[in-house]
């Protein structure tokens, strides 16, 4: 507006009446006009890059997965060069779930297989833990050979996390905890690392119902480790295994308890025997009773659980774990 | 009550929508209609979701949970059946829970689809009739320790159903 | 079976009443499935040139010895292997200005502005709509109750988007807002579908005080509540689960879905009362247990009884829970509930209830396979039903699950 055809009083005057109009007309934009298109991989990768500002989980989880869902339709060769030459650790996520996504429904396995490659070979760290992410809960930890336990000796520690956190929830979430080879797998990877808290971690959770003899026997190794975490966990571990090495793990634990002197290890043993013979380990747990007077409260709780009677591991502990809280 | 899931279908995201983050939808291995949920026209028990399609062996009958899981296929008929073969003989491909829990998809024909694999809503067979079946379709059930669930689902018999249609929600 | 238990007469299928409600429900659904085909049908024209496929073609799959249209002729159409079919893939769409809409739409402009997209069959940007509208509620009482009062007059396919989003909001959990939700759940003047997707809504819940509890069981068993009715049941099973889960409270539901599974004229909703359970695996104590025996041996249904058998299997009181199987076995004369109480006497006391299996081969023979199966594994040393379950040579040794026509 040309101020000097006006007075400035005008112009205030005008401002204040206008004022409640404009507020009013900020505050109900015209709508947007929503037209739906066919996604390109361009567009699509300038939403995301543009939605990764935006405060709404809801526009960003939208845009997550819109992009997986539309991989299966998008050129390969097209996703594999955009992956290739993203350098945002952002957008290598994005684009690396799109290639996983296409081969875990059923199309080419060398999608995945770039993933791979980029994982353990690009320079960036947060690249490296960016393309681990986008490898969660899917099939790669049967089509990426030794990659898990390259990944556990990662310089990087967000890589070795990344990974940790993978061979866990495809373990849980994949496989159910069924499936042997992921399970061994794990039990590689957490073993050959030389991070000890991710390596607690990872036997302290993965399911080993269905783990190999040799695994087996490379947790009862580490039930002599120097890291009482490690120990603990191992020992966890050793609870859950298949009934073929049911009696070993018991006969180890069993002969453990009196040597170790780190009383969460102890509480842990307790455990894997309680889950080992369920009513019939009560015996071999008032046995225990008195080799460490101050785990007596944690051996009587078991025996309280275990009279109950019930047949399923996760009741059991599910009862323990209330127990706990009420005492 | 047969209709009783027809609200559940007319509400379907609302009552599908997983909200735990273990939670899985369920979604039509092909596109076909809804031919039978709890119950069968004739009214006998059926405690699952079967899903027709008008022809046989030409769509894939993909895995309907979404989500990468694990997969037990288990051939028992490796021909073309189309409408039954007797009771027993139906492929099948199911996933296991840690808790008793089972998901299963019947009926599909063998293909070189078909083996144990890992995958989300990838393809297991063509749909077909194995097994006891009077017409090439899907069943879907979800059952603990054999006891089937019939919370999870919320379509309706006579639905029409594509494989971006929410059948269900488990876990 | 005892004399003094008379089995229930299963539900006259055929004289079943057609719910009054079931137009409605047609209507809403058609509504529903207009717009979930709209999408599909918005891209018929493009599926050719947009499928992308693999491998051989229909024409291919057709010389394994089938045409298509062909399809229910004879049994075993070819003997050899079918060709796989190619992959088909429906990819969703990308929508112009939602990057717009998502940073301006407020809680004022939502309906109008979501309007279009809610037509559209596009499923994934039905469930953006949601979380977004969950975003915009937040925590805000009043805003859920805006929405609420939509509730009362929206359409069917918006009703499920509004309902959805208040379900997923951090308000639903405000004490103000969970009152409002179960009062209009329950409030008669609501047509039926409506108050189905507030029941459904109402599953978010983490505790119903007993006063709830109470309106939502005698809802849920009253023949007129119709399918809501279902609904009702599934959402007081939905929030034991999560109460149980806190906080081990199981009780108060419990009651209720055995109130629902005994008194309910309905057999949908007394196996559905029967099976919730199964999500919370309560622990039975003394009274709980008598009233799953009393529905074990006068369900006239044999699905529910089967499903009582696997609900007694928590029992607290083993040697009872075994008495109680032991007892119905002899009586009963179908297969399936039989092995429902043989497996779940496994369930209820592992290898202990040995015994009682055998004693159950002996009265059928044709458990011994079976009897044998579960003997060899506990005596390879697994203790864990679970496991036990997944050990079995089959997991379907008398054709019980698929409950054929």
Known sequence: MPVSHVSRASVAGLLLVLSPVVSAHAQTPSPPVLKAETCSLDGLMDSIRRGLGSKSEAYRGYLRALLRETAVTLPEAQLRDAFARERDPAMVEHLAAALVARTDRGLESSALDAVRERALGDADPAVRAATVRAMRRSSAIERTGDMYERLMRDASPDVRREAATNLIEDNQFVYSGHHG???DAAVAAAVGSTDASLTARILGTVSTEAISADSQARLQRMLRGGDSSVRAAAVTALGGVPASGMKSSRESLLAMYREEEDPEVRKAILQSIARLGFSGAVPDLQRLREVDPRLAPEVDAWTRVLGMGLQEWSLLLREKQRLSQAR | MRNTTKMLAALTSLALLPT???AYSVRSPFPGSVTATTYYSSGTFHGAVDIGASSCNYWGAETGVVATLSWDVSIRTTGVVCNGNGSGNQNEAKHAWSDGYTFRQWHWI????????????????????????????????????GTNVTSWY???????VNRSTDVGSIR | MPPDSVPRAESPRADRPVRRTAWRVVALGAALLVAGVGWWTWRAPSVASEQHTTGSSPAVIAQSGETHHSAAQANTLAEGEATAAPRRFDAPPCWQDLERFNAEVTLGTFREWAAPLLGSGDALVREYLQARLAELIGRDAAKAGEVLDWAREAPADELEVLLSGLKDSEAVHLPQVAARLTAMSLDASLDAERRTGLLLALETQRHFEPAVLTRLTAFAKDPSSGEAGWVATRTLGKVMAEDARRTGEVRPYLDSLLTVSAESP?????????TMPLHADPVLDAKSTERYAHILTSEGSEDGRQAAAHDLSLAEDKAHVLELYAKAFPAEQNVCVRWALFRFAARAAGREALPVMATMALVDPRFQPTYQDF????ASGVV?????????STQDPFGCLHHDE
């Open chain 2, 154 to 160: 919320s379509v309706s018999k006579g639905q029409s």
């Open chain 3, 266 to 274: 309905d057999e949908q909703i007394r196996y559905l009362a029967l």
């Open chain 2, 110 to 145: 063998k293909t070189s689809d078909s083996y144990d694999r890992t995958c989300d809503r990838c393809q297991v067979g063509n749909i077909g009739g194995t097994g006891n079946a009077t017409g090439p379709h899907a069943h879907l059930q979800y059952d603990r320790y």
């Open chain 3, 375 to 378: 003997e060899r594994i506990y």
């Open chain 2, 20 to 22: 735990a983050s273990s």
């Open chain 3, 384 to 392: 864990d039903f679970e496991r036990v379950w997944l050990s079995l």
């Open chain 1, 181 to 183: 080879p992921a399970a």
